[in-house]
Structures are given as C-alpha cells and as structure tokens.
C-alpha cells in the first residue's frame, strides 16, 4: 500500500471505533494505521446472513433494488478496503461498493452481487498540509462534510442538497448544488482521489492519483470526474483544492460560500393553472435559465429547485436561493421571481405545503428572508422526507436541457401531471438550476461532459408496495418517452437537451424498447468522453471486476 505520510488534524471522527465487532465466526485482521497516523482502526466486522444486521445492509435507499450477498464488508479504513477487495479478488467474487446508498437504480444491490463493500464508517474530514487540500472520507454523508469544512476552515464544496447522500458517489458522477452555478462542480474542485484497484493478474494495490499534469495516475483522477461510481475500483478518499488556490492558509485553499443568503419558498396552487399557464410558467423556468447559462452571468449568484408536483399534490412549489452579499441580491431576487410568473394566471402564495421532495418548510419563506449560509443549507437539507424515507421505492429519469421545453414537451408533462387515473402525490419533475461556472471548463476537462446546459431535470415518483411497481414504472416511462418524443424517448444531445445524469442513472436508456433514438446510451451520459473513459478503465480494471448496468466497458 502507498504510504503518502500525511499529516492529519481530525475535525469529524469516524465510527470505525463502533464497528469493531465481527459476525460469529469470522477472523479480524489486527488493526492496522492509516497512512501518515499512529492510531490503529479496527477492521469492520462482516455481515452475513443471521446477523441481526444484515437485512438493513441489504438495499439501500430504494427498496425496490435488493442484494442477497454471502456477506457485507463494512470498511473502515484504506488499508482494509485493501484487504477486502483482496480477499473478494481471491475467491472471485462479485462485489459492489456502497457509500451512502442512494443509488436509484441496481448498481449495487441486485441478484448478481456477492460481496457488498461498504464503506459508510469512513466518515473523517480533515485538512492535509502535505497535499495541501482537504481530505475527505469516501463514507462521509454531505452534511458533515459542509458542517465540518465551514466550522473548521470558513470553506466548502458545492455539493448536493440532501444531507443523508454520500459524498463518494456523488462526487464521482459531478455532483452539483446550490452554489454549483457561483462556483462549478465539485469535481471542478477535487484535487485527488485514492482508489483501491486490481490489475489484470488480479494485483491489488492502492493509488493516489492527483490532477497535476505531471501525474503518472491522472488519468484515475480524471475518470473520477463525471464516471460515476463503481467503475474503477473502491474509492476511500478524495481530496479538494479549489484551481485558482496558490496560498497556504487552508482557508484559501477552497470556496467560501457567502456569509448570508436570501431564500424564498412559493407555491402555486393547482386549481388556479389550465393547461396555459402551465406551460407559460415551466418553460418561463426553461427560458430564464437559458439566458442566464453563461458563466459570466451577474446571475451566477441565483440557484433554484422548482418542483413541478402532480396535481394530486395540490401545489408546485420553488425554492430559491441567493447570495445575500452579491451587489443587488434582492434585486436579482425579484427580477428572478418576476421573470418565472411572467404571464402566468396563478400567482405565486407562501409555501405552505412540501415542495416536492422538500418537507414543509418550518418557516414562512413567502417574503424573502435572509439567513446565514449553514443555516439555510440545513433548512433543506435536513428536510427532505420523501427522499430520504428508508421504506420507499421509487423510479428516475434525468435530462440536462440547453433551451425550455417546447409546446409538445409541455403537453406531454401536463398529461402525466393530470391524468385522472394517477394521483400519487409523491410525484413531481424537479427542474434545477445549472449552466453559470458549470458551463466554464472545457467538456473534456473533466469526464462530465455537460458543460453547456441550462437546466437539468429528474422526473420521479414514489410509492411504498412492490404491488405498485408496474403501475409506477409504467407511467415514468411513459411521461419520459412523451417529453422526448421528437428524439425517440430520450434526451439526445441536440440543439434543446444534453443527454442525461449519471447520479440518476436509469438502466432504460441501455434498452431499445426504451431509447428509440439510435444513440448508446454511453452518449447520453457521457457525449465524446466515453472512448477516453475506456482506456481509463482498461489501464485500472481490465478485468472488470467493478461493473453494473451502466458501467464503463473497458477499451478492446
């Protein structure tokens, strides 16, 4: 194992100390230290079945994807993670790995898996002065992340919403948020990533790779960038550093988010919208973001969730948020707001019900108020019980959009947001702000390669009985197909849309009976970058022994 000798000041311990038992009869490794540190972690115990554990380790947010392994490694450190891929390896066995187990579709739990490797004990947070970056667990969930980098060191990443989402796989796919349009993805900020890997006699080793151009290994952190997870091996740490940080004072070493921002929550009730404004106010929502894509846009400073909900739910509602210290915050606060219910018959009214996937809001956000950055990052992060709710099943599909939807889009989604025989209120298309930084790198900068887009979307519902599966499935499918009905039932890369997201993945688009448009899958995903990410994977698994539906196929 790669010794990097770090220096190591812990700000969030880890819950490896709690995990140090092992199922009844299994040998435990002595413990051994991470690198660059005097204190010993404990290997995790193994799960097997018996172990009063095991069916909670068995699926992840989605109960409608199920594993029935021979066993689950919880890891938590690098150097077993090394261990137990070795020990997979060795027995040739299946394995998926598990980080915060919000995958929506079977990538790690389904029939064929073996050996789940989980590593959701991995949990520290911690500035490293010898990479001079921030280093972070592959186990630690968003919110302790955001809590520890901005108590710690007044810095951020910027990530997703949902607090209970993992930060391995999100990173891996690009993940973005709320501040994604002031400031980029979160990969536009990884300086490094440490993956346990297997090479092609079956070798196992573990490999720091960095972003320098100098790397022997870039090509590992490159494909770190937008892949996805699961595709190159285990990922335990990554390390961020802003492009633009030369200082060595950690607290320039990352973004600042700002000190106060301005957020805002309306709804707009469903009695009050025809087919007309319907369609006036979602592509409003398009056409404003449209204008607004370009990374030197004053606006970069505004970012929205506009939870387009089924009529079932009485309500749509939108959350908005702004830098409060940008020149003109409340102006551009209300321009924005203006702009969305431009010649629109429903007017917006304080958001009294759950947006979407957002819980009710605990405070009245009809009038705009200021709140200080962490707190308001908590205010919908902690709150998303739809999501979140660890019985549910649910199904996704995502598009980045350059242009608004047209008149046909529209009538389509109002046909799926209507129709008299669904009403499950668990039902929404989520249109969320991008373009702004995103759009600045180049596409191939990164394996994310959606770098000109507007907007993004995900169109999910969600229900709780395996008896509602079909019924639930088949109306996506169908909502879907009808949006995209010009380009054969998917988002083609085109003049209006950009392909899809990889951290929603949707194992449809690999289907003919699904994606009707001529276009692999692999180019919905990942455009031009795709051949380049083969190699990556031939150099690292050519064997593939990290795989799932949608994985990266190695290069022949």
């Known amino acids: 194992m790669r010794d990097n000798g770090l220096t190591r000041r812990s700000v969030l311990s880890g819950a490896a100390a709690l995990l140090g038992g092992a199922a009844a009869g299994t040998t435990i490794p002595t413990a051994v230290a991470e690198p660059g540190t005097a204190t010993a972690v404990p290997p995790g115990p193994v799960v097997r079945p018996g172990d009063p554990r095991y069916p909670d380790l068995m699926t992840g947010n989605n109960q409608r994807f199920v594993a029935r392994p021979e066993y689950v490694k919880l890891i938590t450190s690098t150097a ?60 630690a969930r968003l919110t302790n992340v955001y809590e520890a980098l901005y108590k710690g060191w007044h810095v951020t990443i910027p990530g997703g919403v949902c607090w209970s989402v993992g930060i391995a796989g999100h990173v891996a796919g690009g993940g973005y948020g709320l501040l994604s349009r002031a400031h980029g993805l979160t990969v536009d900020h990884l300086y490094a990533v440490e993956v346990v890997t297997v090479d092609e006699r079956g070798g196992v080793r573990t490999v720091v790779a960095t972003r320098e151009a100098d790397d022997p ?27 633009d940080a030369h200082d060595t004072d950690p607290a320039d070493q990352l973004v600042s988010p700002p000190s106060t921002v301005l957020v805002s929550a309306v709804e707009f009730d469903w009695d009050e919208l025809d087919q007309a404004s319907f369609t006036r106010l979602v592509q409003n929502f398009g056409t404003w973001h449209e204008r607004n894509a370009d990374p030197g846009a004053a606006t970069t400073a505004v ?63 009809g009038e705009p108020r200021e709140l200080p950055w962490l707190q308001a990052a908590r205010l919908v992060g902690t709150n998303n019980p739809t999501i979140t709710d660890p019985t549910s099943r649910g199904v996704h599909k995502s598009a980045y959009l350059r242009k608004a939807f047209d008149d046909e889009q529209c009538a389509a989604l109002y046909r799926g947001m209507t129709g008299e025989d669904f009403t499950n209120p668990d039902t929404m298309l989520v249109l969320l702000s991008f373009g702004g930084r995103v759009n600045a790198p180049e596409r191939g900068a990164t394996a994310h390669a959606q770098r000109d887009s507007a907007f993004k979307m ?35 890369p085109g003049d209006h849309a950009d392909g899809c997201y990889i951290n929603y993945p949707d194992n449809d ?47 022949r």
């Open 80 to 139: 077993d993670a090394e261990n137990a891929v070795r020990d997979a390896v060795r027995a040739g066995k299946r394995v998926s790995v598990r980080g915060g187990g919000h995958c929506f579709s079977d990538f790690v739990c389904n029939p064929e898996i073996e050996v789940i490797l989980d590593v959701s004990a991995m949990t520290d947070v911690y500035y490293d002065e010898r990479m001079r970056a921030f280093c972070v667990q592959s186990g």
């Open 217 to 243: 290994n870039r090509d590992l952190w490159w494909g770190h960038t937008g892949a996805g997870g699961g595709n190159f091996g285990v990922i335990t740490r990554y390390w961020f550093r802003s492009p």
């Open 303 to 365: 970012s929205s969730l506009f939870n387009v909900s089924h009529r079932a739910h009485g309500s749509m509602g939108m959350f908005t948020q702004v830098d409060a210290t940008a020149p003109n915050a409340r102006r551009m606060l209300d321009d924005y707001l203006a702009a969305i219910t431009e010649g629109v018959a429903a007017r917006p009214r304080p958001a009294k019900a759950p947006i979407g996937e957002l819980g009710k809001l605990p405070i009245d956000l």
């Open 458 to 492: 995900c169109l999910q519902t969600f229900w709780n009985s395996a008896e509602d599966d079909d019924f639930h499935i088949t109306w996506a499918r169908e909502t879907y197909r009808g949006m995209f009905a010009a380009t054969g039932g998917v988002p083609v």
């Open 509 to 555: 688009v690999a289907a003919p009976e699904f994606n009707r448009s001529g276009v692999p899958w692999q180019a919905l995903y990942y455009r031009e970058n795709y051949p380049r990410l083969q190699q990556v994977k031939k150099r690292w698994d050519p064997a593939d022994h990290f795989r799932h539906a949608l994985s990266i196929q190695p290069a």
